[in-house]
């Protein structure tokens, strides 16, 4: 099971909306895919229909070693896509992993995973806006870790934090982890975009993947639908730019 964290500090820069779609791109071409919400907002949870506060979720992974993680997997309307779902309580999760001092906090997302790696071709972990002990799990659970990018004013603001930040995970904790690149969401042709564009080419450099998911309603009117764009209009914009990324990355 290749395991890939989508991550950015920032919030609304599409990490949600690429997680579930790169997970119904791939569940469609015939790969097991587990999309594991690591997100206390639970919107990929929501995003699958599998949200309930009163089932177990991800927090009870993180919090009791006893539980088996195939007890909170649940399956969803899609064939090949399961989903380790998030609900509000993972708010309170990291705090009660920070005051557990009787077991490693970084590598429990790690262990309970270990236990389906046989299951699953891919697992795509959509991770918080935030590098708190829940991220660092995800990371530490990953092989690979992709950055979506939203550009606006403030699009350079804190990259440069995060890709360290990325690095020192990785020499810390997780040797395996690989900073496989950033991707532009929400792209629009106008003049603003291209220059933020060439400044994030020459940060990023080869790390920066040529495609680009352009800006497409049909996204919005799929989160209402709460499902994939690449289901909800397989002919839209976004659908055809995720393909293209999926060509891509993997
Ligand atoms: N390509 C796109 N075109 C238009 N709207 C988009 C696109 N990608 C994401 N959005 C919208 O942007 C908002 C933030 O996306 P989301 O995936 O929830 O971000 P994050 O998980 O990073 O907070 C959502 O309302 C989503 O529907
Ligand atoms: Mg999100």
Redesign the pocket.
Known sequence: MKKISIL?I??????????INLAAILADEGNKVLVVDV?A?S??TMSFKAYDIDDLSVSDVLLNKDIDIEDVIKETEYENIDILPSNISLAFAEKKILLDVTRNQQNRLKRALEQVNDKYDYCII?CP?SLNMITINALVASNEVIV?I?IDKFALDGLEYLLESIEEIKEEFNSDLQFKGCFV???TATVVNKEIKKALKSILKDKLFDTT????????E??FEQMP?VYYKKSSN?SK?YKSLVKEVF
Request: net charge neutral.
């Open positions: 950015n920032k919030g609304g820069v599409a990490k949600t909306t690429s997680a997100d907002q919107n990929s959509d806006p979506p939203k969401t929400m792209d998911i352009r800006q497409n309603v049909s996204v919005t799929a989160s764009v976004a730019d």
